[in-house]
């Protein structure tokens, strides 16, 4: 188990560019996610993709893909 999942991780700038990846690459780690940005539309679009990113991390982590 790593120490990113057993935390919570805060990422500001989430709506794009690099806290965007740096939310999804933290989500399939298995960290629980607080998300910010001051761009509400990027925001509302990185939530979604961080949720499936935790699930298929969930799915790896658990043998099944």
Partial sequence: MSFL???VAVVTGAGSGIG???AQQ???AGSAL???DI???GLA???PIA???ERAGDD???GRR
Avoid: P
């Fill in 5 to 7: 999942s057993t935390g």
């Fill in 20 to 22: 965007r990846a740096l």
């Fill in 34 to 36: 607080a998300l910010a």
């Fill in 39 to 41: 761009d509400e539309k």
């Fill in 26 to 28: 933290l989500a399939t």
């Fill in 45 to 47: 679009e990185t939530a």
């Fill in 51 to 53: 949720r499936e990113e």
């Fill in 60 to 62: 790896a982590r658990a």
